[in-house]
T-cell receptor, first 112, second 112 residues
Framework: QQQVKQSPQSLIVQKGGISIINCAYE??????FPWYQQFPGKGPALLIA?????SEKKEGRFTISFNKSAKQFSLHIMDSQPGDSATYFC???????????FGTGTRLQVFP | EAGVTQSPTHLIKTRGQQATLRCSPI?????VYWYQQALGLGLQFLLW???????NRGNFPPRFSGRQFPNYSSELNVNALELEDSALYLC???????????FGDGTRLSIL
């Protein structure tokens, strides 16, 4: 069964710190890895995404690091802000299926 | 640009009833996806519609069905409702297959 394992389940970071969320997958047939941010009462919003032909992608304070050989990818949030407090989901899409398989989510709390 | 819109926001049903959830994709998007987000769980892929056809289906029983209309809007129908169907149902849309999926804020389905 195709799975994406996400850790930690919850994360508390001080303002200005770095938040790191990790995901691992088992199936090598994934070819798209997005991260979503979800606030309470809202749907997930696409944050940043990467394809396996690159090892890193940066957009503002958000960076995805991708390790194809280890089947792992992670989200780094630099200079974390209280407004970043939300639940973050990693996902992976099997090749040519348009079906996203999500991790179980990480609840991030950033304290001032 | 208007995002993905879903209706109703909240739907309360009893066991055995049928529920219909609606989704309007972002203008110009032709693919619509449905996901179930049960409490404490990640998002589970339900269905994918593209150009009016069902293209992929998740591991859900046949009482979960849907359709896509010529204007690309979509309906999700759940028959013979069970208590475990209580969840947030999220709709996403994309411009084409293999393109980023953008989510609406969901319909909260509560089964009494």
């Amino acid at each position: 069964q195709q799975q994406v394992k996400q850790s930690p389940q919850s994360l508390i970071v001080q303002k200005g710190g770095i938040s790191i969320i990790n995901c691992a997958y088992e199936n090598t047939a994934f070819d798209y890895f997005p991260w979503y941010q979800q606030f309470p009462g809202k749907g997930p919003a696409l944050l940043i995404a990467i394809r396996p032909d690159v090892s890193e992608k940066k957009e503002g304070r958000f960076t995805i690091s991708f390790n194809k050989s280890a089947k792992q990818f992670s989200l780094h949030i630099m200079d974390s802000q209280p407004g970043d407090s939300a639940t973050y989901f990693c996902a992976a899409e099997p090749y040519n299926t348009d079906k996203l398989i999500f991790g179980t989510g990480t609840r991030l709390q950033v304290f001032p | 640009e208007a995002g993905v819109t879903q209706s109703p926001t909240h739907l309360i049903k009893t066991r055995g009833q049928q529920a219909t959830l609606r989704c309007s994709p972002i203008s110009g998007h032709t693919s619509v996806y449905w996901y179930q987000q049960a409490l404490g769980l990640g998002l589970q892929f339900l269905l994918w519609y593209d150009e009016g056809e069902e293209r992929n289906r998740g591991n859900f029983p046949p009482r979960f069905s849907g359709r896509q209309f010529p204007n690309y809007s979509s309906e999700l129908n759940v028959n013979a409702l069970e208590l475990e169907d209580s969840a947030l149902y999220l709709c996403a849309s994309s411009t084409d297959r293999n393109q980023p999926q953008h989510f609406g804020d969901g319909t909260r389905l509560s089964i009494l």
